[in-house]
């Protein structure tokens, strides 16, 4: 099997940013972003996700963190895409139902090459922190629209926004992770799905 590595380095007027991701990796996260609350969800993804990534990003965080959570989203996107291929193979769907205390969230992904994101999240709170929660939806539109997944993510209680944040990326991950597993038996049989609606 190809190793399914990709790299991807995205510069823009508001941030300049690079992406490396290993798909069969161990869940390890190396991430200089200047947005420590995202570096801590970005962890979640990899561990979760048994996915190793490596960010490094900079931004305009002195107006606020906006670009940089967007353009990491779609960065990262890019980089899946990359290292997914032709998409041959992977099992394609994966879900997840994560709790972490009085929260739980419900994750479903499809690499069905067509972007589209729902997400129904009634943060408890306006900010972690100083993390705008609103910048969740930012990254994880920026990261439909370029990996080209269709994602519904729900949060189904909780009443501390952090632990509605974090049921969401380690549900996140664990539906990757089940959505890029690859089917052995299938994978000479299964046709792309690259391009498909």
């Not at 992406?19 to 970005?42: I, Q, Y």
């Amino acid at each position: 099997m190809a190793e399914r590595k990709a790299s991807v380095t995205r510069n823009t007027l508001e941030t300049q940013i690079t992406a490396s991701v290993n798909l069969d990796g161990s869940g390890k996260l190396n991430a200089d972003t200047g947005v420590p609350f995202l570096e801590h969800m970005l962890d979640q993804i990899a561990r979760h996700g048994l996915i190793d990534m490596d960010i490094v990003a900079k931004g305009d965080n002195h107006i606020d963190d906006h670009h940089t959570v967007e353009d990491i989203g779609i960065t990262l996107g890019q980089a899946f895409a990359q290292a997914v291929g032709d998409r041959k193979g992977i099992l394609r769907f994966g879900h997840a139902y994560c709790p972490l205390d009085e929260a739980l969230s419900r994750v479903v992904i499809d690499f069905s090459g067509r972007p589209g994101l729902d997400m129904n999240v009634e943060f408890t709170r306006a900010s972690i922190g100083r993390f705008d929660t609103q910048l969740f939806w930012e990254f994880f539109q920026g990261f439909v629209n370029h990996a080209g997944v269709t994602l519904h993510i729900d949060n189904l209680k909780g009443f501390n926004a952090h632990h509605q944040a974090e049921t969401i990326f380690k549900a996140f991950g664990r539906a990757l992770r089940g959505a890029l597993t690859i089917d052995q038996r299938a994978a000479d049989q299964m046709p792309s799905t690259k391009g498909t609606l």
